[in-house]
């Protein structure tokens, strides 16, 4: 594996009063920015995309995750455009919803991802990454790229075992998130036939045709006041389901590889006493959390000291929360034993990411199989990691070593 | 020990039922169910803390008796 690069230089010259987070400056060095802002502003504020804050101090992210009143969840991604789905209902339910609505459509999700219903997926959890790590082993290459060959596909299989779609319907998916979340804010031009949309209502049609036991079957069920869901309310939910659980997941796995390839005698201890495996995982989630959502201000408010206005774009970075040392004791430390930690990487208020027990059995496992089955592992190129810009971060290229020589005990 | 869980602040983050199963579990929307009727048993006390001490929603208090 070759050293990737020069990154592209960043177009930011004041994060305080300039700053976009689509800039690559921000991809490797985010938690700096949020360091500096939180002790100079604490509220940020950009002129791009039409005029957007960022809030760095959990109580201000706290506030407004919590807030439904002042702060709408019509759109969740910040673009250069405004949404055209009208409130409360939005594009994708309930992300995009408010309330009264909001409840209505995530009662009918919630039972698809509670504890209970994820446990049943922990098994083929197991299997796919279990598959995916012995391949790498198996193939006797010392260098891999653990973030593009690992974490990646995880939750892709996943999510399309719960959609009840081929395995190889995944590169499909990469494409249409990338379009998303990457390169949001850019106007593409894309055939429909090649759109998430197009290749979703093939899905629906396909379950029609073939009923069966799986997700979208289970939408095709749920009513509401007696009538079943339209097809644009569960296209939406179901892309939402995409959009949200694979490169959130995706990233929260790689990061957490990028710092257990650089603390060995972390991995020593997991592997030693795997009881610590669950604390572990939320100091992960805590500080590595890959999602910052977004609102737009519905009514002005004051945050922060700053006044917001109708219409305003805000950056809701959980992760920045996450490592706010008024909030956390060494908040900038990864304590793998951490015994009090309300972390916020899964979001605060009514939008709790639906996910999150999904998003957890992903993660737990994935470490697990990994750390079961690689004997010892490491960077293999430092300033070859690249991190994703945007609302979604973590590592997308992740080159590490594999020792193989290192047999288990 | 005392303990009191808010329902109405819970959003279902469920670090509760996996700190302490013993004393929370969760319902078919995933919200969190205080199993005990207010006061810890002994040997819970310190699973009850972490419970409290893990709740992103402040939920969950205890408080020594």
Redesign the interface.
């Known amino acids: 594996m070759t050293s990737s690069a020069e990154p592209p230089a960043s177009t930011v010259e004041d994060w305080a009063t300039d700053f976009d987070h689509t800039d690559p400056g921000w991809a490797a060095d985010a938690p700096a920015i949020w360091e500096d802002l939180r002790g100079r502003c604490p509220v940020a504020h950009s002129d791009r995309f039409g005029g957007v804050w960022l809030p760095t101090r959990h109580e201000d992210v706290s506030a407004i995750a919590h807030d439904t009143v002042h702060f709408t969840s019509q759109s969740v991604i910040v673009a250069n455009w405004k949404p055209d789905a009208p409130r409360p209902i939005g594009f994708a339910p309930p992300i995009t919803s408010d309330p009264p609505f909001h409840e209505i459509a995530r009662?009918i999700l919630?039972?698809a991802?509670?504890?209970?219903a994820i446990r049943e997926l922990e098994e083929p959890t197991r299997r796919f990454c279990a598959e995916l790590v012995d391949d790498l082993v198996a193939s006797g290459r010392t260098e891999v790229d653990a973030a593009a060959e690992y974490s990646q596909h995880i939750p892709v299989r996943v999510i399309a075992h719960m959609l009840g779609v081929p395995a190889s319907d995944g590169d499909k998916f990469r494409g249409f998130i990338h379009r998303i979340l990457e390169r949001a804010g850019q106007v593409n031009e894309v055939a429909v036939e090649d759109t998430m949309i197009y290749y979703l209502a093939g899905v629906l049609a396909d379950h029609r045709a073939n009923p069966r036991d799986d997700l979208v079957g289970y939408l095709l069920e749920c009513e509401i006041a007696g009538q079943p869901l339209t097809d644009e309310h569960i296209l939406g939910t179901v892309a939402l389901l995409l959009i949200a659980g694979i490169d959130t997941t995706w990233s929260a796995i790689g990061a957490t590889l990028w710092h257990l390839a650089q603390h060995p005698e972390e991995c020593d201890r997991l592997r030693a006493d795997p009881t610590l495996l669950?604390m572990a995982v939320?100091e992960f989630l805590r500080a590595y959390a890959p999602v910052t959502m977004a609102r737009l201000v519905a009514e002005d408010v004051e945050i922060g000291g700053e006044q917001l206005h109708e219409g305003d774009w805000v950056l809701l970075p959980f992760p920045a929360a996450n490592r706010d040392p008024e909030f956390f004791d060494r908040a900038d430390e990864v304590v793998i034993d951490r015994?009090?930690?309300?972390?916020?990487a899964?979001g605060?208020?009514?939008h709790?990411c639906i996910g999150?027990?999904l998003a957890?059995m992903e993660l737990t496992i994935a470490v697990e199989e990994w750390l079961r089955r690689v004997p010892s592992f490491e960077l293999a190129d430092p300033d070859g990691v690249r991190w994703a810009t945007g609302q979604v971060r973590g590592p997308r290229t992740l080159p590490v070593r594999l020792n193989h020589d290192r047999k288990e005990s | 020990m005392r303990i009191h869980f808010n329902r109405d602040a819970c959003?279902?983050?469920?670090?509760c039922?996996?700190l302490a199963p013993e004393l929370f579990d969760?319902?078919?929307?995933?919200y969190a169910i205080l199993l005990v009727d207010g006061i810890v048993p002994a040997d819970l006390e310190d699973k009850a803390v972490?419970a409290a001490?893990?709740?992103?929603?402040?939920a969950i208090e205890v408080a020594l008796d």
């Open positions: 009662r919630l039972p991802f509670s504890p209970k669950p939320e015994q009090k930690n309300r972390h916020a899964f605060l208020g009514i709790r999150s027990n957890r | 959003q279902g983050h469920n670090r039922h996996l969760t319902d078919d929307e995933g972490l001490d893990n709740c992103p929603e402040y």
